[in-house]
Nanobody, 123 residues
Framework: QVQLVESGGGLVQAGGSLRLSCAAS????????GGWFRQAPGKEREFVAA????????NYADSVKGRFTISRDNAKNTVSLQMNNLKLEDTAIYYC????????????????WGQGTQVSVSS
């Protein structure tokens, strides 16, 4: 089992920045791929970014490329998401996720999920 707890959400003006963190406990998180997803009201949960545990390779949704950066610190069992130049459409609950086998961009690829943290972007 892996337990994930997100932090760092909040209210920010458009064009601003936030940094989300995900702290993992339980089994060795360093052997899991890490991912971030988000869900806006009335919409399905969607992929934001992922990072491979083995190579450190990253993958991003087109909507956040060039603005968001995912990173991890295996020594601290954390995965972070730096979000710059935030837009109104980035408003959502952001979820951290861990996948043991698949470095993917679908919800079904991930085995463990955090409770989520709210990010709200105002004009």
């Amino acid at each position: 089992q892996v337990q994930l707890v997100e932090s760092g959400g909040g209210l920010v003006q458009a064009g601003g920045s936030l940094r989300l963190s995900c702290a993992a406990s339980g089994r060795t998180f360093s052997s899991y791929h890490g991912g971030w997803f988000r869900q806006a009201p009335g919409k399905e949960r969607e992929f934001v970014a992922a990072i491979s545990w083995r190579s450190g390779s990253t993958n991003y949704a087109d909507s956040v490329k060039g603005r968001f950066t995912i990173s991890r610190d295996n020594a601290k069992n954390t995965v972070s998401l730096q979000m710059n130049n935030l837009k109104l459409e980035d408003t959502a609950i952001y979820y951290c996720a861990a996948a043991q086998l698949s470095f993917g961009s679908t919800v079904a690829s991930y085995d463990y999920w955090g409770q989520g943290t709210q990010v709200s972007v105002s004009s």
